[in-house]
C-alpha cells in the first residue's frame, strides 16, 4: 500500500459514528466553559466591574473542581423515566444540557450593573450543569471505545471542546458588539449575544438523543437485604469509596506524586486566563478585534495544537510533551507580560492569542491521554471527575484573588509571576515519569 493511502486509511477513523459524537459531545462541554469563565469577565469589566470583584467572580468556577463529590450519583443514581427511556450515561447528559440551556438564558435575562449577585447565582447553575456535562461526556467517552479507540476520540473530543471555547469566546464578543447600538457598553448586545449562545447546544442534545448508549462496566451494589441504613452505607461504600480505594491500591504512595501533578497541571494558564480578557479591555482592544483574532489564529492554532499534540504523543510518548505542554502553557504568560510594556499592538495580540492556543492544544491533548490512562473501567464516571477535578480545584481557588493581585502589583509582574507557576509542575512530571520507569523496569 501506498504511504499516503496507509495515512488516509488512518484518518478515517475520525469518520466513524462514535468518534463523530465525541467531537460534538467536546463541543458541548467547551461551549459553557467561556461563558462562565472567559468571556463573561470581558462583559463584566465592561459593565464597570472592578477586576477584584471579577477575580473573585470566578470561583464560581470551582465546581469543576469539586464535581468529584457528585460524581458518584452519576455512575449508581438512576433518572426516573429518562434512565428506562436513554440508558444512564444519556440521560444525565440530556439532563444536563438541558440545564445548561435554562443557566445562559437566565443569564442572558439579568443586568449585571442592577444585580450582581443574581448574574452570579445563574453562573453558579450554569457551572454546576456544565460540570455534571463533563463527568458524563468523559465516562461516555472512555466506556464508548476500546482502549485502541482511545486516542482518536480525545482528539475528536478535544477539537471540538477547543472550537467551542472559539466560538464561545470570539463568537460571543462578534455578536455582543454587532448587536450594540454604540461602541460603549450597551447590554442588550451581551444578552442577545448569549441567547444566540444558547442555541449552540442544540447540537449536543440531538446527539445524545440520536447516539448509542455505551456498554458499562460498572460494578452494580445489587444485595437489597439489610436495613435502609445498611443499604445505605454499602451504596457509599461502592459508590465513593471503593473508586479512590482502587486507585491508591494500584499506585501506593505514588499516586500521591501523581496528585500532585494534577493538582499544579494546569495552574500557570489558568490563573493568567482569569485576568485575560480584563487585560483585553484595559488595553484597549475592542471586542470586534479580540473576536476577530481569535476566529482566525485562534482557531487555526487551535486544530493545530490538538493535531500536533495527538502526532508528537504517538511518536514521544505522553510523559515528554506533558512536559512540553507544560513548559509552553508557561512561556506563553511571558508574551502577555511583554505586551503590558507595549501597550495597544495588534501584531502582538495575534502573537500571544495564536501561542496561547497552540500551547493550549499540546498540554490538553497529553493531559487527557494521560487522565484517561489512569481511569479503571469499573469505575469510569468517578475516578476521571475526581482526577479532572483535582486538576482545577487550586488553580481555581488561586486564580480568584488574580483580580486584586493585579490592582497590586500591575500586569506585567502578575504575568511573570504566573509563568513561574508552571515550575512545579515540570518538576513533578520528571519525578512522575522516572517512578514509572522505574516500576516498570521492576516488573520487567
Known amino acids: 500500500m501506498p504511504h499516503y493511502l496507509s495515512w488516509l486509511s488512518g484518518l478515517s477513523i475520525y ?5 463523530l459524537a465525541i467531537f460534538i459531545f467536546g463541543f458541548s462541554s467547551g461551549l459553557p466553559l467561556m461563558l462562565v469563565f472567559g468571556v463573561l469577565s470581558f462583559w463584566l469589566r465592561e459593565a464597570g466591574v472592578s477586576r477584584a470583584d471579577i477575580g473573585y467572580f470566578s470561583w464560581v468556577a470551582l465546581a469543576y473542581a469539586i464535581k468529584w463529590l457528585w460524581s458518584p450519583l452519576a455512575d449508581h443514581l438512576q433518572i426516573p423515566y429518562l434512565h428506562r427511556k436513554l440508558g444512564r450515561r444519556r440521560s444525565w ?3 444536563s444540557q438541558l440545564a445548561i440551556v435554562a443557566a445562559v438564558l437566565c443569564m442572558a435575562a439579568t443586568d449585571p450593573q442592577q444585580n450582581l449577585a443574581l448574574m452570579a447565582a445563574f453562573a453558579v447553575l450554569l457551572a454546576f450543569a456544565s460540570a455534571t456535562q463533563d463527568i458524563n461526556v468523559d465516562a461516555f467517552r472512555i466506556e464508548s471505545a476500546p482502549e485502541q479507540l482511545q486516542a482518536a476520540l480525545a482528539a475528536a473530543y478535544l477539537t471540538g471542546y477547543r472550537l467551542a471555547m472559539i466560538l464561545a469566546s470570539a463568537g460571543t464578543l462578534w455578536l455582543a458588539a454587532l448587536f450594540s447600538a454604540n461602541d460603549s457598553y450597551d447590554l442588550a448586545g ?10 449552540c447546544m442544540l447540537p449536543g442534545i440531538v446527539t445524545t438523543l440520536a447516539s448509542k448508549e455505551p456498554v458499562s462496566q460498572l460494578q452494580q451494589h ?16 461502592q459508590a465513593v469509596v471503593a473508586p479512590f480505594i482502587d486507585f491508591f491500591s494500584r499506585y501506593k504512595w505514588h499516586a500521591l506524586v501523581i496528585l500532585a501533578l494534577i493538582a499544579c497541571y494546569r495552574l500557570t494558564d489558568i490563573v493568567m486566563g482569569v485576568m485575560a480578557n480584563a487585560f483585553y479591555v484595559d488595553m484597549g482592544f475592542s471586542k470586534e478585534e479580540v473576536a476577530s483574532i481569535s476566529k482566525i489564529y485562534g482557531v487555526l492554532m487551535t486544530l493545530l495544537g490538538a493535531a500536533l499534540g495527538g502526532v508528537l504523543i504517538n511518536r514521544f510518548g505522553t510523559a515528554k510533551i506533558l512536559f512540553l505542554g507544560a513548559l509552553l502553557s508557561a512561556a506563553t504568560n511571558l508574551l502577555f507580560a511583554a505586551l503590558s510594556q ?5 501584531a502582538w495580540l495575534t502573537l500571544i492569542i495564536s501561542a496561547d492556543n497552540l500551547s493550549a492544544g499540546i498540554a490538553t491533548s497529553a493531559f487527557i491521554a494521560y487522565l484517561s490512562s489512569l481511569v479503571n473501567l469499573a469505575f469510569t464516571a468517578t475516578q476521571y471527575a475526581m482526577f479532572s477535578s483535582l486538576m482545577l480545584l487550586l488553580p481555581k481557588f488561586v486564580g480568584g484573588f488574580s483580580g486584586s493581585w493585579v490592582e497590586q502589583l500591575g500586569y506585567s509582574p502578575f504575568f511573570i509571576m504566573t509563568a ?6 515540570l518538576l513533578l512530571i520528571v519525578l512522575v515519569e522516572k517512578q514509572r520507569l522505574r516500576k516498570q523496569n521492576a516488573a520487567g
Open 190 to 199: 451581551w444578552q442577545l449575544a448569549y441567547l444566540a449562545m444558547a442555541l
Open 420 to 425: 513561574l507557576m508552571g515550575i512545579p509542575a
Open 342 to 346: 507595549i501597550g495597544y499592538d495588534l
Open 15 to 19: 469518520c466513524q459514528r462514535r468518534v
Open 93 to 95: 447528559l440530556l439532563l
Open 222 to 237: 445489587t444485595s437489597a437485604g439489610g436495613t435502609a441504613w445498611q443499604r445505605c452505607l454499602g451504596w457509599l461504600q
